[in-house]
T-cell receptor, first 117, second 112 residues
């Protein structure tokens, strides 16, 4: 069964350093999502891509976070500089295609757990 | 804005007990409703969904009915197993149906 791949699974960094996370969605899925899940809370959407275009990045802290999906396939989420409050699980999800007014099933990867010291 | 409230955990039950996890929502439109499950060390998996009032979603013995009059989507299972131990998230589509909003999750632990 096809799965969403993420790497690394765990990342420990010091504050003010740069970190990057990678996501490879299920083949053929046009829509890709990055979520942040703080311990004990539900996931919160950071950014949504449709192919290579950003559909929603309203909750992305753009002063330090950036995301790209250059060829409309895999994606990278970067934090620079990392802060203590960025410690969380970063989840990637994909779905076949997002249409306005519809929400398709999202398939989640295993996540990257980030610890900022 | 749209939101989801679910019962706080952890919920601890014995094997074969009846399970209910409460979920209520606030929404301006007619959202789709979901239950996701997260097993230890894994990402979220869609457990079931309902797209309109009175719909019942079901999967793996779990059920939830979309109740518009009480704005609820409670998760139930008649006989839980140790393998059901996980964190369960109730969720809905936002008013534009462009994204999913998750509740804070309920941790379920089943004793043998």
């Amino acid at each position: 069964e096809a799965e969403v791949a993420q790497s690394p699974r765990y990342k420990i960094t010091e504050k003010s350093q740069a970190v990057a996370f990678w996501c490879d969605p299920i083949s053929g899925h046009a829509t890709l999502y990055w979520y942040r899940q703080i311990l004990g809370q539900g996931p919160e959407l950071l950014v949504q891509f449709q192919d290579e275009s950003v559909v929603d990045d309203s909750q992305l802290p753009k002063d330090r976070f950036s995301a790209e999906r250059l060829k409309g396939v895999d994606s990278t989420l970067k934090i620079q500089p990392a802060e203590l409050g960025d410690s969380a699980m970063y989840l990637c999800a994909s779905s076949p295609r997002w249409l306005a007014g519809e929400t398709d099933t999202q398939y989640f990867g295993p996540g990257t757990r980030l610890t900022v010291l | 804005g749209d939101s989801v409230t679910q019962m706080e955990g952890p919920v601890t039950l014995s094997e074969e007990a009846f399970l209910t996890i409460n979920c209520t929502y606030t929404a301006t439109g007619y959202p789709s409703l979901f239950w996701y499950v997260q097993y230890p060390g894994e990402g979220l998996q869609l457990l079931l969904k309902a797209t309109k009032a009175d719909d019942k979603g079901s999967n793996k013995g779990f059920e939830a009915t979309y109740r518009k009059e009480t704005t609820s989507f409670h998760l139930e299972k008649g006989s839980v197993q140790v393998s059901d131990s996980a964190v369960y998230f109730c969720a809905l589509t936002d008013s534009s149906a462009s994204k999913i909003i998750f509740g804070s999750g309920t941790r379920l632990s089943i004793r043998p």
